[in-house]
């Protein structure tokens, strides 16, 4: 039994444009593809974040693990094998996959808030990611990040 509340599934719609924003793409360019106002997609976002228990003005690369641990999307399939990451990089990975503030990624990273910026190059250097969106939807692909969100605890008599 889990403490969250039971995750919306998206509709179809709702699936393509979070699909999309998992593939790379942005609002506008959701928008341009599909035909919709740039307001229409940026609702879409808005309902996707709300469904799935996001926080309102969390960042993008937020998000997209809260979509793809929920398992309503899938991360697009990379040939790009993946990378072994030591403790401290697997644990700045789930930081900025989970929390959107500096002060929380540098908490939950174990790390001096001054050095996060410097530990992130680092490890998108090691994934070859382009930002740090890509690297949470690349650490899905490989595996390396969980299919649950941390926040989402279970009861000690379903462990």
């Not at 599909?34 to 976002?45: A, Q």
């Not at 693990?65 to 030591?86: I, K, M």
Request: with cysteine; hydrophobic share 45%; aromatic share 2%.
């Amino acid at each position: 039994m889990t403490t969250s509340a039971p995750i919306t599934p998206l509709n179809p719609a709702e699936h393509r444009v979070a699909q999309q924003l998992v593939d790379g793409l942005s609002t506008r360019e959701i928008a341009v593809r599909s035909g919709l106002s740039i307001h229409t997609v940026r609702e879409y976002v808005r309902v996707i974040r709300q469904s799935l228990h996001c926080p309102p003005r969390c960042k993008l690369q937020v998000l997209m693990h809260f979509v793809l641990a929920s398992g309503q999307v899938t991360p697009p399939a990379t040939e790009r094998p993946a990378p072994v990451l030591n403790e401290a990089q697997g644990l700045l990975l789930r930081a900025v996959a989970e929390h959107s503030a500096s002060g929380d990624v540098a908490l939950a990273a174990r790390i001096a808030p001054a050095d996060v910026r410097s530990a992130l190059g680092e490890l998108l250097d090691k994934t070859g990611a382009d930002d740090v969106t890509q690297l949470v939807v690349l650490a899905h692909a490989w595996g390396l990040l969980g299919t649950r969100p941390a926040d989402t605890v279970e009861s000690g008599a379903a462990r």
